[in-house]
């Protein structure tokens, strides 16, 4: 049986959708049965992050009222056969879902894919709660901004209080050079504030910009962006994998406190 | 004659006897002669050391106690102390059952709730009584309590103490770095620096404004 992770923010445009679709392919390439599911309802984005917009003929809320069955709802990617995507409904609104109706269809999906990853709305509404109700694990996805980690904040408070025991950080959009002229915050900043585990540090990336335009995710291109391996580490971590952190900062010093800090090795 | 002069406790490592406050040395020499006698032999020959509280003895009397112990039982003297030396002064109190006799300099009294985690943002705690947390308190996170705020980690977020109007409450943290403090209708914000204390810090009112201090050994809060 396979595990349901519900990437989360609480704060918007942090890139919770731009995780989802580069950890969805990143663990499709290591040849895991994936399905995306976009829970951004009214919002949908994912789709197009994907390109797969104009596949779309059924969506998620078709099947939690049952006018089609999962598995017509889901979407093939195009270059990965084993990666999927089930739509969010752009014309109804976050109510047309319960978190019930959500726990079953997770249940449902795990049974079949390896990885349910549930792209979730920023807030901490009804669309927050459809899209943690079946998740067994959590990626929180903040930025280097106090408005972003205060937000992560209540949110891990939240899937504390909702039972979901396990979860990770992962801080996107760091700019070293930002950071060491003392501009942002620092990694151990964030740790400080939110002590969870960090699975992650996605550097800002214009690539990610260009390719999300094209429909494809960095994570293809691993050996020419920073961000794209940076998921690649993330999507092996997943997997229960020990890959070392990339070292942003080009220094030695703050890595080993960094690793210290998060409990991997010297 | 005061019937409780002393007590008797057994511990693991054997058995102390504590002379409880106001009890004159007489009483005390009686009442211990009466009580080893009956339970001699449920002491038999273990272990035992005399907590004095807060009286000095002069040498006369500390040789009158010896030989009270060695005459009415097989007890084995280990320790004759006094509770500034070892015992907490709490103890003398807790026995009495009455805080009166005692000086209560320094001492709280009340329900507490204690919290095992940290507190995140957006979570707010409303006590009758003392809070204490073992762990941070995050920036968004909020805690009124009528009495006492205990953090055992960094205190980021807002703590209001003596929230029901009592101004002789405090707030304690490893770590105090609030975004607001506020005790009773006293209101203080953080400064607008962001350093964190190296040290311990209480915060409490004096003239209706909110003072910080580190913790030292010895104080009255
Ligand atoms: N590491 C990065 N480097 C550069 N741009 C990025 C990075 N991550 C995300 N972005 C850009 O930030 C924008 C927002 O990202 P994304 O849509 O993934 O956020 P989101 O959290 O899903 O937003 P929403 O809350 O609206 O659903 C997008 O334009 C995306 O391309
Ligand atoms: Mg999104």
């Given at each position: 049986m396979g595990e349901v992770i519900v990437i989360t923010s609480g704060?918007?445009?942090?890139g919770k959708t731009t995780t989802t679709a580069n950890l969805g392919v990143g663990l499709a390439l290591a040849q895991k049965k994936v399905v995306l599911i976009d829970a951004d309802i009214g919002l949908r984005n994912l789709d197009v992050v994907m390109g797969?917009?104009?596949?779309?003929?059924?969506d998620l809320v078709d099947v939690v009222e049952g006018r089609c069955r999962v598995k017509q709802a889901l979407i093939r990617d195009k270059r990965y056969d084993n990666l999927f995507l089930l739509p969010a409904a752009q014309?109804?609104?976050?109510?047309?879902?319960?978190p019930e109706q959500m726990k079953k269809l997770c249940e449902e999906l795990k049974q079949e894919f390896d990885f349910v990853l549930v792209d979730c709305p920023a807030g901490i509404e009804q669309g927050f709660r459809n899209a943690i109700a079946g998740a067994d694990r959590a990626l929180i996805v903040t930025t280097p901004e106090v408005s972003a980690v205060r937000d992560a904040d209540r949110i891990i408070g939240l899937l504390e209080a909702a039972e979901i025991k396990s979860f990770r950080l992962v801080i996107n959009r760091l700019r070293p050079e930002m950071v060491k002229r003392g501009d942002m915050l620092d990694i151990d900043d964030i740790l400080e504030i939110l002590a969870i585990e960090l699975i992650g540090v996605i550097p800002d990336d214009e690539k990610i910009i260009i390719s999300t335009n094209r429909g494809e995710q960095v994570v293809t291109n691993a050996n020419d962006s920073p961000a794209g391996k940076a998921y690649l580490n993330i999507a092996q971590r997943l997997l229960g994998e020990t890959v070392p952190f990339l070292d942003l900062y080009q220094n030695q010093s703050f890595f080993s406190r960094l690793k210290r800090l998060i409990g991997l090795g010297g | 004659m005061n019937k409780y002069a002393v007590e008797f406790k057994g511990t693991k490592e054997g058995v102390t006897i504590y002379c409880l406050e106001g009890a004159d040395f007489t009483e005390i020499l009686s009442d211990l002669a009466a009580k080893l006698r009956q339970r001699a032999s449920f002491f038999g020959d273990a272990e035992v050391s005399i907590d004095l509280g807060n009286r000095e003895l002069t040498e006369e009397e500390r040789e009158a106690l010896i030989t009270t112990v060695t005459k009415n039982s097989r007890l084995r003297l280990k320790s004759i102390h006094s509770s500034q030396e070892k015992a907490p002064a709490i103890t003398s109190a807790k026995r009495q059952g009455?805080?009166?006799?005692?000086?209560?300099?320094g001492f709280k009294e009340g329900r507490a709730l204690v919290i095992k985690r940290t507190l995140r943002s957006g979570q707010y705690i409303r006590y009758p009584g003392h809070v204490i947390v073992l762990g941070d308190v995050n920036p968004g996170a909020e805690i009124a309590a009528d009495g006492d705020i205990y953090v055992f980690g960094t205190l980021r977020g807002i703590a209001h103490a003596g929230?029901?109007?009592?101004?002789?409450a405090s707030v304690v943290a490893l770590r105090l770095a609030p975004t607001q403090l506020r005790i009773a209708d006293v209101i203080s914000r953080a400064p607008d620096h962001d350093d964190l204390p190296d040290q311990p810090e209480y915060a409490y009112v004096q003239d209706l404004r909110i003072l910080i201090a580190a913790i030292t050994a010895k104080q009255n809060t």
């Open positions: 704060k918007g445009g942090v797969l917009e104009n596949r779309i003929v059924y014309t109804r609104d976050k109510n047309a879902v319960s | 009455e805080m009166e006799d005692l000086s209560l300099d929230a029901n109007g009592d101004r002789t």
